[in-house]
Nanobody, 125 residues
Framework: QVQLVESGGGLVQPGGSLRLSCAPS????????MGWFRRAPGNEREFVAA????????SYTDSVKGRFTISRDNAKNTVYLQMNSLKPEDTAVYSC??????????????????WGRGTQVTVSS
């Protein structure tokens, strides 16, 4: 059983930064993409960013472009989400996910097979 484990969430003031990390526990597994999603209270789950595990190419939702950076470290088997210039509307539970899908960037939750439990990010003064 593959379990993804996120870390790095917390409370930060508007304009601040956080870096989230996600790595698998248990057995090793293959993946083509890893992504980050978020869910704010009362809202649907929202795609944030994804990275192609082989090439490192990335995709972002418009609201985080220029502020968030997704990256991966193949040697450490870890994906990161660097979040800068955080805003109160970024407050949410952030979850990482992985998929074996090929082709275009997967931006829908159902396209991912493996999920973490999430880490809380709160942006507030």
């Amino acid at each position: 059983q593959v379990q993804l484990v996120e870390s790095g969430g917390g409370l930060v003031q508007p304009g601040g930064s956080l870096r989230l990390s996600c790595a698998p526990s248990g057995r090793t597994f293959s993946r083509n993409y890893m992504g980050w999603f978020r869910r704010a209270p009362g809202n649907e789950r929202e795609f944030v960013a994804a990275v192609n595990w082989s090439t490192g190419s990335t995709s972002y939702t418009d609201s985080v472009k220029g502020r968030f950076t997704i990256s991966r470290d193949n040697a450490k088997n870890t994906v990161y989400l660097q979040m800068n210039s955080l805003k109160p509307e970024d407050t949410a539970v952030y979850s990482c996910a992985a998929t074996l899908r090929f082709g275009k960037f997967p931006t829908q939750g159902h396209e991912y097979a493996y999920w973490g439990r999430g880490t809380q990010v709160t942006v507030s003064s």
